[in-house]
């Protein structure tokens, strides 16, 4: 079950989130490094191997069965919507990469990825929290705007 798509990654990632559990208490639970779960939640599939894998999703209730029937290769179709080189955002909703808009009653933060990414690294320039280079909640590649045009859902909450 190696390589592993963005997505997969992305929904147990979204699990670990919304059970509320940090990184380091989950790694430790299933046997793996923080820095490793965290890489993995970036959507590197290769990461953990496959009983970490495996004990993530019994974890969280993610099933892998429909992985493990495509070789866990990448779910997800190619957007239609252009990437941006490759570049981060961040998603520390109080980072002053994030520009916040209103919409009606909502608030929105704008991610400025080239202010947040200018050397396609792995930290925010401006505050240091590790870059998200997918949508967060569904593992979709990201692109210019404050929502992902595949779930709906903003880029950076808060």
């Known amino acids: 079950m190696r390589n592993l798509s963005p997505a997969i990654c992305a929904k147990l990632k979204k699990a670990r989130r919304d059970a509320g559990l940090s990184q380091t208490v989950v790694a430790a639970e299933v ?4 820095a490793a779960l965290s890489m993995f939640e970036q959507g590197d599939g290769t990461k953990l191997n496959d009983e970490v894998i495996k004990k993530l999703a019994a974890k969280f ?3 892998l069965s429909l992985a493990e029937q495509k070789g866990a290769v990448h779910e997800l179709v190619s957007p239609a ?37 200018p ?7 401006m505050c240091g929290e590790v870059l998200e280079k997918s949508c967060p909640n569904c593992g979709a590649p990201v692109h210019s705007g404050a929502v992902c045009s595949f779930c709906g859902k903003p880029y950076v909450a808060g």
């Open 119 to 125: 050397a396609g690294g792995k930290f925010c320039a």
């Open 61 to 63: 209730g993610v099933d």
């Open 31 to 34: 046997g793996c490094k923080q």
């Open 81 to 117: 919507a252009p990437t941006e080189s490759g570049l981060g955002f961040c998603p520390n909703p109080l980072c002053p990469t994030n520009s916040a808009y209103r919409v009606e009653d909502r608030t929105f933060r704008l991610p400025n990825r080239a202010a947040a990414d």
